[in-house]
């Protein structure tokens, strides 16, 4: 029995690589930083202090009450992962790889803004804040530790902003979360010898996908020290998810009353809290410089469990993660070529969200070094147009998986991470 658990602990800790494999691609974790094409520009640099139209609401609530009349921000960010993992699993005697892993993405957004009167602001905004999507293939042998997954998320921000006085500013506002998540991991087909106790090459160990719906909230504030040096902070809450759907695979079959071909279950997983603090610093007129001090909370990331009621045990601790915060860095410039063009720049450091002695094949999390560029063109008194491009580079990681629940369905794997990401966007913002 003590082999069977460890089977299904590994089976469902499989899909984790998938979903933490992406992590590479865009900020730690499964977290999105691409709000805004115009932010992109200068690698989101003083975001939660600076309002170039209606989006500003993403980052700071707060910073509606610097936007006049009626605004409406929309666009999107292309992005292009390349990752690849290369390594040595304890049943092959050769090296397995997978290329470009990681899925190329569209992410959109919308935003509205409105001043009631000189102190009130609402705002309406939809993106996203998390989401990954991976597939290594079937001819990686380390698919046991997973070969798919995805997370897919989509929120909508209802906001309200108030200004107390020429220097003070609050805000908040209530999220809503339409999550959707699918992960998995195949018994290896390149394994060069088979073993009758192990499933047979290409059977599926585990297979689970659910979609939830959750609420969240965020609150944000704005100093102004005077007219050419302002402070901003946002804190976005924790948003918990109960991934509810089915779930299939030998690995959910050795615990099953009744084996079947599918299972009601559901899996929970929290979306961590961010927080913000930004500053915007006008040196002349065409000049300004911004920066930006961003925190997440990973390390409420500590474990997985699943719950699946028709099992013999319903609840299994999946997989110990034992994430970190992690911390981010940004710094960047706006300048005003003239009455038409604003060019931005801008570059940032992210942290890893794991530690080196616990990263493991199912965690390849490294730091992120971003080099962004922008600019703006004023079509008109009304209408702006934005456009963004950042390259990343991510940092070579080592990865590890040597925990022996591992070993009934394939071994243990050791290997390295490489990559990098480009993102271009563009942003159409409007003024009535």
Same mark, same amino acid.
């Given at each position: 029995m003590n082999n069977n658990k460890n089977r299904l602990s590994i089976a469902v800790a499989l899909g984790l690589l998938g979903s933490v494999a992406s992590s590479n691609t865009m900020a730690a974790g499964f977290q999105l930083a691409e709000y805004s094409a115009t932010g992109l520009g200068r690698a989101y640099a003083g975001e939660a202090a600076i309002a170039d139209g209606a989006d500003a609401q993403w980052r700071n609530v707060a910073m509606l009450t610097y936007l006049e009349g009626t605004q409406v921000s929309v666009g999107g960010i292309y992005v292009n992962p390349n990752i690849d993992v290369e390594g040595q699993s304890s049943m092959s005697p050769t090296s397995t790889k997978s290329e470009d892993f990681a899925h190329d993405a569209f992410i959109p957004n919308l935003y509205v803004s409105h001043r009631v009167n000189q102190q009130l602001a609402i705002g309406f905004a939809v993106g996203t804040n998390y989401g990954m999507e991976t597939d290594l293939g079937t001819d990686f042998t380390g698919t046991n530790f997973g070969n798919e997954a995805s997370v897919i998320t989509k929120e909508i921000n209802v906001n309200m902003a108030y200004q107390i006085n020429q220097q003070f500013s609050i805000g908040g506002g209530v999220r809503y979360v339409i999550a959707e998540g699918s992960f998995g991991a195949v018994a290896p087909t390149q394994t060069p010898t088979f073993h009758?106790?192990?499933?047979?090459?290409?059977?599926?160990l585990k297979y689970m996908e659910g979609t939830d719906e959750a609420w969240g909230w965020q609150v944000g504030?704005?100093? &102004?020290? +005077?007219?050419? +040096?302002?402070?901003? /902070? +946002?804190y976005k809450s924790e948003v918990k998810l109960d991934l509810t759907g089915h779930a299939n695979g030998v690995g959910f079959d050795?615990?099953? %009353?009744?084996?079947?071909?599918?299972y009601s279950g559901s899996m929970e997983l929290a979306l961590p809290a961010t927080a913000e603090l930004?500053? /915007?610093h006008q040196l002349n007129d065409k000049l300004a410089i911004h920066a930006s001090f961003n925190w997440t909370d990973w390390s409420s990331f500590e %474990?997985? =469990?699943?719950?699946?009621?028709?099992? %013999?045990?319903?609840?299994? =601790?999946?997989? &110990? =993660? +034992?994430?970190e915060d992690n911390y981010r860095l940004a710094v960047g410039g706006t300048y005003a070529l003239d009455q038409k063009v604003t060019l931005r720049t801008g570059i940032a450091y992210d942290t890893s969200a794991v530690s080196e002695e616990n990263r493991t094949a199912t965690i390849p999390e490294t730091d992120r070094l971003w080099l962004s560029m922008g600019a703006g063109y004023a079509w008109s008194d009304n209408l702006t147009l934005d456009a963004g491009f950042t390259y990343i580079f991510a940092k070579d990681a080592k990865m590890h998986e040597k925990d022996p629940k591992s070993a009934p369905f394939g071994g243990t794997f050791e290997g390295e991470t490489t990559g990098n990401v480009w993102l271009v966007g563009v942003q159409a913002n409007y003024r009535f």
């Open positions: 009758p106790s192990l499933p047979k090459p290409g059977t599926t504030t704005a100093w &102004q020290i +005077n007219d050419t +040096n302002r402070i901003g /902070f +946002n050795l615990y099953a %009353k009744n084996p079947s071909d599918r930004a500053s /915007f %474990k997985l =469990e699943a719950n699946i009621p028709s099992l %013999k045990v319903a609840t299994q =601790e999946i997989k &110990q =993660e +034992n994430w």
